[in-house]
């Protein structure tokens, strides 16, 4: 079932988008505290997994559910395509006139639905929780995130809210806008503050995961980091010129001391300092060159033009009454 195929399809009040990787044991306990959340605002809902090439069973426990439930309904990618990619497409497909991102794991507590619709009714288009305490994070993660959102907001003119991730309500406005950004490294945090309209803090407590361990090895944080970071800023490419400068800089300090004792009468023996010269400089500019490369390679990636994912197989319930062909 292709995805233009249901674009037909009725408009709900409200979709909660989960992305889920290996997420087995998780799976039931998400849909239970996600429907009681949905069924305190009526029963308009829709409640969208999409399974990014789980290898675990999640598939089929997911598939299980969309079978029973016409509120569920399970896209499956045709590989794993990673966090970010599999929240982009459950957020391409939803339909919801308000939309909530939701992890698989239970870190962040679909009860707070409620106080977060409240607040959208205040007049804002995004609701993006912010964490507050994060219980059973290393101080390893919790040290790196908190310097990767200060380096970024250094680099970035888009305001970026630190200790805030996916977890947010939008409303179909800003979603239709972040649907319109066809980029292939997404961050998507940031790519809703760059959006605007209105958005507000949605201060709470994340949890510990409720089964499993995290799937952001130390890997792909480093990898969403540079993602973040060169999606919104070109400022490491500024960074040559400045290196450039200040190693010049430099250059002219040393000449200046060589001179010097020169001219009173020592002639500086040089071959140590030469050679830690020349490799300094070298490793500046394969440093230098290496960001070019960061950028030329999405560059090119970008210019395929590939679709983002490909599909497997949708499995929705009331798809598939309302419209025979799915
Ligand atoms: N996830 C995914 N594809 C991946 C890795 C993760 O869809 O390749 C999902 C995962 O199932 C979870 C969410 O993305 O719902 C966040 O992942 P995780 O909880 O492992 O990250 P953390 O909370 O530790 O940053
Ligand atoms: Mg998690």
Same mark, same amino acid.
């Given at each position: 079932?292709?995805?233009?195929?249901?674009?037909?399809?009725?408009?709900?009040?409200?979709?909660?988008?989960?992305?889920?990787?290996?997420?087995?044991?998780?799976?039931?306990?998400?849909?239970?505290?996600?429907?009681?959340?949905?069924?305190?605002?009526?029963?308009?809902?829709?409640?969208?997994?999409?399974?990014?090439?789980?290898?675990?069973?999640?598939?089929?426990?997911?598939?299980r559910?969309?079978?029973?439930?016409?509120h569920v309904?399970?896209?499956?990618?045709? #590989?794993?395509?990673? !966090?970010?990619?599999?929240?982009?497409?459950?957020?391409? %497909?939803? $339909? @919801?006139q308000?939309?909530? +991102?939701?992890?698989?794991?239970?870190?962040?507590?679909?009860?707070?639905?409620?106080?977060?619709?409240?607040?959208?009714?205040?007049?804002?288009?995004?609701?993006?929780g912010?964490?507050?305490?994060?219980d059973?994070?290393?101080?390893?993660?919790?040290?790196?995130?908190?310097?990767?959102?200060?380096?970024?907001?250094?680099?970035?003119?888009?305001?970026?809210?630190?200790?805030?991730?996916d977890f947010?309500?939008?409303?179909? #406005?800003?979603?239709? !806008?972040l649907?319109a950004?066809?980029?292939?490294?997404? %961050?998507? $945090? @940031?790519?809703?503050?760059? +959006?605007?309209?209105?958005?507000?803090?949605?201060?709470?407590e994340?949890?510990?995961?409720?089964a499993?361990?995290?799937?952001?090895?130390?890997k792909?944080?480093?990898?969403?980091a540079?993602d973040?970071?060169?999606?919104?800023?070109?400022?490491?490419?500024?960074?040559?010129?400045?290196?450039?400068?200040?190693?010049?800089?430099?250059?002219l300090?040393?000449l200046?001391?060589?001179?010097?004792?020169?001219?009173?009468?020592?002639?500086?023996?040089?071959?140590?300092?030469?050679?830690?010269?020349?490799?300094?400089?070298?490793?500046?500019?394969?440093?230098?060159l290496?960001?070019?490369g960061?950028?030329l390679?999405?560059?090119?990636?970008?210019?395929?033009?590939?679709p983002?994912?490909?599909?497997?197989?949708?499995?929705?319930?009331?798809?598939?009454?309302?419209?025979?062909?799915?």
């Amino acid at each position: 079932m292709e995805i233009e195929k249901v674009a037909a399809r009725h408009a709900v009040m409200l979709s909660v988008v989960v992305p889920c990787y290996n997420e087995l044991d998780g799976v039931a306990e998400l849909y239970r505290r996600v429907t009681a959340a949905c069924l305190e605002h009526g029963s308009s809902y829709e409640i969208v997994l999409v399974i990014d090439g789980a290898t675990d069973g999640t598939r089929e426990a997911v598939f299980r559910l969309a079978e029973t439930d016409d509120h569920v309904v399970a896209i499956d990618l045709a #590989r794993n395509y990673g !966090h970010q990619i599999a929240l982009s497409a459950g957020l391409e %497909f939803c $339909r @919801g006139q308000r939309i909530l +991102i939701l992890d698989a794991d239970l870190q962040d507590p679909p009860e707070l639905l409620g106080a977060m619709m409240t607040k959208m009714n205040e007049g804002f288009d995004v609701v993006y929780g912010q964490r507050l305490k994060r219980d059973g994070e290393s101080w390893f993660k919790l040290a790196s995130a908190s310097m990767f959102y200060r380096l970024l907001r250094r680099m970035v003119d888009v305001e970026i809210a630190p200790n805030s991730g996916d977890f947010r309500l939008m409303s179909r #406005r800003a979603l239709d !806008h972040l649907n319109a950004m066809p980029e292939r490294y997404r %961050f998507i $945090r @940031g790519m809703v503050s760059w +959006i605007g309209l209105k958005q507000v803090a949605f201060p709470y407590e994340r949890h510990r995961r409720f089964a499993g361990t995290t799937h952001y090895p130390l890997k792909k944080m480093i990898l969403l980091a540079v993602d973040a970071m060169t999606s919104f800023s070109v400022a490491p490419l500024r960074f040559a010129s400045l290196l450039g400068m200040m190693f010049g800089l430099l250059g002219l300090v040393v000449l200046g001391y060589t001179l010097f004792e020169w001219s009173v009468g020592n002639v500086l023996p040089g071959w140590t300092s030469l050679a830690a010269i020349m490799l300094i400089l070298g490793s500046v500019q394969l440093m230098v060159l290496g960001i070019f490369g960061e950028y030329l390679g999405r560059m090119y990636m970008e210019t395929k033009r590939r679709p983002l994912y490909f599909v497997n197989e949708i499995v929705a319930r009331s798809q598939a009454t309302e419209n025979t062909e799915l």
